[in-house]
């Protein structure tokens, strides 16, 4: 519990999970209406992830014990054969094998009492007889995590269960439908911001994006491909992905404003959110995250990165550290995934790119709709706000419109959205028509 990896480790599951840092949640998010009620989708989400990971936890787990059960009967009935054999070859005597113990319905307590018994009397030549202890905790010990735990563990437990084409079949659906899943919420992160920014068309950029991603991919499915996706997932992933969660809190909550933030969300909700989201998101949030950026740069400072290799010669795992050049790689794929954070930074700062402040804004305030012109040109002929007293400023609409009918629909309504995607051009529903 007190190593900063488990904890670092749990954060990035969290992430993956909710799809925070990912940008999927804000690209998903731009979609929903002015008036949708965040707070309780936000909490919705998480219980339904609450309840998943805890339900996932108990599948994965009574998998494993399942498996190592298994495995530990398999050890018991082998070993148990070999004492067999050196019982009809007098290498052991009858007298060590004690008189309740029956070989035909052995079991694993049986099996542990006999195997002491037999070590007790024949310390000197133990070793020679080749018996494992066959330890339920030891099976337990040896599972294995990532993909293993999904390729390996998984898929060999199913094989014993009843039906197990079935089970197969149904396991690696559910794995192509998390894939799936993740890479469309993955995808829209990526392509939204640039089609929103540059203006390009949807199709090509994500036939593009995901072309890339293919190729890109085929390092994993080499022969040393599990080497390369343990190092872009403890390094690519889980580094840069807690940076950007604690810089879109720093910026939401002490550079936007919590106040603020939470004064527009009381006017999108209707009622005020509770205080505690208040010290959550100012105080607690960023603290908590920005210790376990610490820890972990530490760690990585004491214990150098490296990886479970298997060795051939010994028929063994044994930790190495990685080589020059995958360091090289390793820290190349950290400055990646978090350079587009200065970066942008830099093009927005120094009018570089546009960010979008020369466009009509909007706020809304207790049931009206107000345009932003502050940061509109002398030219824009836009210049105007609507408000709730129709003699304020000068109506954009003509003084008279035809009636349409009933269930017609306006040319002002048909224009009120753009590509599915809210933005200036929203029509409140609580607006009347005589303030139009």
Aim: proline residues 5%; aromatic residues 14%.
């Amino acid at each position: 519990m007190l190593d900063p990896l488990v904890w670092r480790e749990a954060a990035t599951q969290v992430f993956f999970a909710l799809g925070l840092g990912f940008g999927g949640v804000i690209a998903f998010s731009s979609y929903n209406k002015q008036d949708n009620n965040c707070h309780f989708d936000a909490v919705l989400v998480s219980f339904i992830n609450f309840f998943t990971s805890v339900l996932a936890t108990l599948v994965v787990f009574a998998v494993l014990g399942f498996k190592a059960n298994v495995m530990n009967e398999k050890c018991v009935i082998e070993n148990a054969e070999k004492i067999l054999g050196y019982l009809n070859h007098k290498i052991l005597s009858h007298d060590l094998i004690p008189p309740h113990v029956n070989f035909s319905h052995l079991t694993a307590k049986d099996y542990s009492e006999m195997y002491h018994v037999i070590k007790a009397v024949r310390e000197d030549h133990f070793q020679e007889l080749g018996l494992d202890p066959c330890l339920l905790e030891d099976e337990l010990n040896k599972s294995v995590q990532g993909t293993g735990l999904a390729f390996i563990a998984f898929t060999e437990a199913m094989t014993h269960f009843p039906a197990s084409p079935f089970w197969s079949v149904m396991f690696f659906l559910m794995l192509i439908n998390l894939g799936l899943g993740s890479m469309i919420g993955t995808m829209a992160g990526i392509t939204t911001p640039i089609i929103d920014t540059f203006k390009v068309r949807k199709e090509a950029l994500t036939v593009g994006c995901c072309i890339f991603a293919f190729f890109v991919g085929l390092i994993f499915v080499q022969r040393s491909g599990n080497y390369f996706v343990v190092m872009f997932d403890d390094y690519s992933a889980t580094l840069p992905l807690t940076v950007v969660v604690i810089l879109e809190n720093i910026a939401v909550a002490w550079i936007y404003g919590t106040k603020k933030f939470t004064q527009e969300l009381s006017e999108m909700l209707g009622f005020q959110p509770y205080r505690f989201y208040f010290y959550t998101w100012k105080y607690i949030s960023p603290i908590c995250m920005a210790g376990l950026m610490t820890a972990s740069i530490i760690q990585l400072g004491l214990h150098p990165p490296g990886y479970s290799a298997w060795i051939r010669e010994e028929a063994a795992e044994k930790f190495l550290y990685y080589p020059p050049w995958s360091m090289a790689v390793l820290i190349s794929l950290i400055i990646l995934a978090t350079l587009p954070l200065p970066v942008v930074f830099i093009l927005r700062q120094f009018h570089l790119v546009s960010d979008g402040s020369n466009a009509l804004s909007v706020t809304y305030k207790k049931g009206r709709m107000m345009k932003d012109i502050s940061n509109l040109d002398d030219n824009d002929e836009t210049r105007f706000i609507l408000s709730k007293i129709p003699s304020e400023t000068p109506s954009p609409m003509p003084t008279h419109r035809s009636y349409l009918g009933p269930g017609s629909t306006s040319p002002l309504e048909m224009s009120t959205v753009a590509n599915g995607r809210y933005n200036s051009d929203y029509l409140m529903a609580t607006t009347p028509e005589s303030e139009l």
